[in-house]
């Protein structure tokens, strides 16, 4: 997979890229990911990328030439499957959305700042608008690195059998059970006396009964789906 992230601010995602599972996929080669100032193709000698928004009001519009000449350029390289642009006002991010992503071969990941981009990127280019819920962000950089984390851990090859995706919460929409580790007994808490059973029918059973306590419990609006 390749994923050209298109940003302002490249260096808020220099970190999350640079360890651990983002990192490692990477190493191997089995994704690429870009990171593209859209500074670097402002038309203008001041290397402006806003402008004050039409009708009046505060706060700048992220201009259409420098992202239009940056997405035209990426595009003359490879064909893209999604131009995603991260927005709070796009649609919120859940599993079954990161699944399909994740099968994809080329992405492109655009972060908005200030007000917004100009409404006619959305119009004519965007074919996804993604949130990553109800609260606003200073720009979709965080947002961004969200998503991608969210899909390169579901290429195969990235977790090995122990993390496998497959056992995550939220795939089979029921939360995960609790987990345990040694010791036994710490300060008196006890692990659950089935765990250290080897009764693995038991177990299991124990962990699809948990799991679904704890979705009624914390997220009941996973079993309406
Ligand atoms: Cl994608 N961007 C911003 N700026 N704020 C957000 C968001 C995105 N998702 C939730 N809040």
Known sequence: ?????????????????????LKRAQDKGLVEI?????????????KNVD?????????MVMSIEPIVALIEKLQKERTYDELIYMTPDGKVLEQNVCNELSLKKNLIILCGH????????REHL?????????????????????????LVRLIP?????????????????????????RPPEFRGWKVPEVLL?????E??????????ERTVQRRPDLLDE
């Open 1 to 21: 997979m390749r994923i050209d992230i298109l940003t302002l601010l490249p260096e808020l995602l220099d970190g999350p890229f640079s360890a651990s599972i």
């Open 51 to 59: 402008d004050y928004q039409y009708g009046g009001g505060a706060g």
């Open 126 to 150: 965007i074919t996804k608008e993604i949130s990553i819920g109800s609260y606003v962000l200073s720009g979709g950089e965080l947002a961004a690195a969200v998503l991608t984390d969210a």
């Open 157 to 181: 090859g990235v977790l090995n059998n122990e993390t496998s995706a497959l056992t995550d919460s939220f795939q089979d929409n029921l939360l995960s059970p609790p987990v345990y580790t």
């Open 34 to 46: 870009k990171m593209h100032n859209i500074r670097d193709y402002s038309t203008d000698k001041h």
């Open 197 to 201: 059973s080897g009764n693995f029918p």
């Open 114 to 121: 200030y007000k917004g981009i100009d409404e006619r990127i």
């Open 203 to 212: 177990i299991e059973k124990w962990r699809e009964k948990k799991a679904f």
